[in-house]
């Protein structure tokens, strides 16, 4: 009895490696593949400028490509989180359409190369939960080791396209629901988020290295500062929330959805052209690099924050992290102004908070700042992306991101206070 209960532990340790090493290396090839080719169409878009006047056309052949072959796939992110929360349901497991995989790649690369504003966490979290459900069917899982595989999807996809494995891991499990995740969910995430971070860097992709200088030791005055640009970061998170809202709002009135980025593109293309300026659109590092050294703009981060939420709302590809790390570092970079802080600190905590504000994800925030800026601005990156977290609202940028933690807890009982 004992010999066949090890047997049978030992078998299912063995399926997860199995598919954890055929899900990391899968997921994290083409993710490195998707890097490279990212990062030579955004070097030739500056050589072409020209480009950019053909974003309407862009637009539209995303429209519909996505229209009549991708009518699933268009909910990107949402998709993934739905499957996850419908597998106890599904009678028959139907997989996220493998057909997303290559759809997101394309069009992300298109909507980069005319110069739409967006990111990339989008377009590797999308391959990598489509290609990791492939394996739901083949090999034979339930309903409770389909919503681990679809972690271990979207946690090699985060891995592999920012370089920073453990907030990956934390990440796919927190998106999904703490609350719900299961211990055996966890070994699997982490395996495949470092084996795909592993893999992505054996094809010579090299991420993008950001750094604090100056940290100063923590004080009541320092730590009462870093609440205040945790609420602005917070607040901030929540425009972008409601900008993405309102801009889809607005679309929505097209009836045909191609013609959707047709028309968004023609206004970007216009903008591109009056305001001289290719600062704001793809993906922005050169900008986000620039705010750990010097000032940003006054107005750089609300420029980028609508532009971005009109070019996705409008039904362009991408991602939104990449552009609110964007939006975080250049707004952290203009607080020195009245909050006397390091600057290259505010920025990493900018970097990092409106993400967490954004996403609802303050844990993996929280462990991605330590992981990219070091442990020594970790206690600041921490105040900071846990007051963005509970000052930027209930709603996040995903639609279909179940309601629980915290946050939503401390919403509950305040409004349950005012009742009485």
């Known amino acids: 009895m004992q010999t066949k209960k090890k047997n ?12 954890s090493l055929l899900v990391a290396c899968i997921v994290g090839s083409t993710t490195a593949w998707f890097l490279i080719v990212l990062d030579f169409v955004t ?34 992110n949402n998709l993934i ?23 997101i790649f394309i069009s992300t690369l298109l909507t980069h190369i005319a110069g739409g504003s967006a990111g990339r966490e989008g377009t590797a979290v999308q391959m990598g939960g489509a290609i990791a459900d492939q394996f739901t069917n083949l090999f034979k899982l339930n309903a409770a080791e389909r919503k681990t595989v679809l972690i271990i999807g979207v946690s090699a996809g985060f891995a592999a396209v920012f370089g920073t494995p453990w907030a990956a891991a934390i990440f796919a ?37 950001y750094s604090i200088v100056l940290t100063p030791p923590i004080s009541f005055s320092n730590f009462t500062w870093s609440i205040l640009a945790g609420i602005i970061f917070g607040l901030t998170a929540l425009v972008f929330t409601y900008s993405n809202k309102l801009f889809e709002g607005l679309f929505s009135k097209i009836k045909f959805a191609p013609l959707r980025p047709f028309v968004g593109g023609i206004f970007i293309a216009l903008f591109i052209v009056l305001a001289n300026s290719t600062k704001y659109i793809g993906l922005g590092i050169p900008s986000i690099s620039n705010a750990f050294i010097s ?3 006054n107005f750089d981060f609300a420029i980028k924050l609508l532009l971005t939420s009109f070019t996705l709302s409008a039904g362009f590809k991408g991602g939104e992290v990449t552009p609110l790390f964007f939006i975080g570092a250049t707004l952290g970079s203009i607080l020195i102004c009245f909050i006397p802080l390091p600057m290259a600190l505010l920025a990493g905590m900018g970097f990092v908070a409106v993400f967490a504000g954004a996403t609802h ?8 700042g330590v992981e990219i ?37 401390l919403y509950h009982f305040i409004n349950k206070t005012r009742n009485l």
């Open 295 to 297: 000032p940003a703009g």
């Open 361 to 368: 994800c303050a844990i993996a925030s929280i462990v991605m």
């Open 173 to 209: 499990l927190e998106i999904m629901s703490f609350k719900k995740i299961k211990i055996e969910n966890i070994l699997p995430s982490f395996a495949t988020a470092f084996g795909a971070h592993y893999i992505c860097l054996a094809w010579q992709v090299k991420h993008t290295i």
């Open 8 to 19: 049978s532990v030992f078998l299912y340790l063995l399926k997860w490696l199995v598919i």
């Open 81 to 103: 989180l739905e499957k996850h929360q419908s597998a106890d349901k599904e009678a028959m497991v139907k997989p996220i359409p493998l057909l997303m995989a290559p759809l």
């Open 373 to 409: 800026f070091g442990l020594q601005a970790g206690l600041y990156i921490g105040i900071a992306s846990s007051v963005a977290y509970f000052s930027s609202g209930i709603h996040g940028i995903y639609s279909a991101q179940l309601k629980t933690g915290a946050k939503y807890e």
């Open 43 to 76: 070097v030739w878009r500056s050589d072409h400028i020209w480009i950019v006047n053909f974003l309407p056309l862009v637009g539209l052949a995303i429209g519909l490509a996505y229209h009549y072959y991708g009518a699933e796939s268009k909910k990107g």
